[in-house]
């Protein structure tokens, strides 16, 4: 039975849905009428609740206030238009020490590090994880070093990767890969496509890509057919609305 470890950072994503028809007389602002609301695990919490769906077992690290750290979207129900994105909590989020939480590497088949660069990891710290195990995934929003360079497999999306152009190292370049939104994914100079589909919420769908990725990978030990599958999990996912899981 495959298990996988995840760390990173959460909070809770919430999506209020709601009506407009008229703007606000003092202001041209439009009335939101709440109408309905939902409420999920945000960031790794996320990961690991698509491993969940897949039927493997997962266990997380994670900061314990997840809960309290939230991103509010205000949505129109009928357009699907995000109005605006409230968050809070973003500065409250602890530092992760590695040397004092004692973790059995070994009973885990693949370790994902979901770095949303909030302050819960350090590079220091992910270099460390990069080391403990030999199967390592990581999705990270930090500019790319030394630090990374032991990671197995390193997931980012296109704007990332384009920031790091600069910064891709010899070790690096064959750890890379890309994902592009309608034009699928790249790694090792070889595009993966992706259906052309009706987008409705692109929210969550790095999360839902590197959960599928590792978990068909852990399968098969085979990285090509593991794009495909997180190909169309991730594709699964933008047809809905708000944060869902494949």
């Known amino acids: 039975m495959i298990k996988i470890l995840v760390i990173g950072e ?36 996320n990961v690991y609740n698509n491993i969940i769906s897949m039927g493997v077992k997962v266990d997380i690290i994670t900061n314990e206030n997840w809960e309290s750290i939230t991103k509010i979207r205000f949505v129109e129900k009928r357009s699907n238009h995000m109005f605006m994105r409230l968050d809070s909590g973003d500065d409250s989020y602890p530092v992760f020490d590695l040397s004092k939480n004692k973790i059995d590497f070994k009973k885990y088949d693949a370790v994902i590090v979901s770095d949303y660069n909030k302050g819960f990891l350090n590079e220091n710290t992910m270099s460390q994880i990069s080391l403990l195990h030999n199967l390592t995934f990581l999705d990270t929003k ?20 384009e920031n790091n152009l600069g910064l891709i190292s010899d070790k690096l370049k064959d750890k890379i890969i890309v994902t592009k939104g309608p034009q699928g994914c790249l790694f090792k100079k070889e595009y993966y496509p992706v259906p052309l589909v009706e987008v409705k ?16 990978f852990c399968r ?27």
């Open 201 to 216: 919420d692109t929210s969550g769908a790095g999360d839902t890509f590197i959960s599928s990725l590792c978990v068909e």
């Open 10 to 45: 959460s909070c809770k994503d919430i999506f209020q849905y709601g009506n407009c028809a008229r703007l606000c007389p003092e202001a041209p602002a439009p009335v939101f009428n709440p109408v309905n609301r939902t409420e999920n695990g945000g960031m790794a919490m």
């Open 142 to 161: 930090k500019k790319f070093g030394e630090w990374c360079e032991n990671f197995t497999y390193i997931k980012i999306n296109n704007a990332e990767y």
């Open 220 to 246: 098969t030990r085979d990285m090509g057919k593991s794009i495909k599958f997180a190909n169309i999990c991730a594709t699964s996912v933008v047809q809905k609305k708000g944060v869902a899981i494949a």
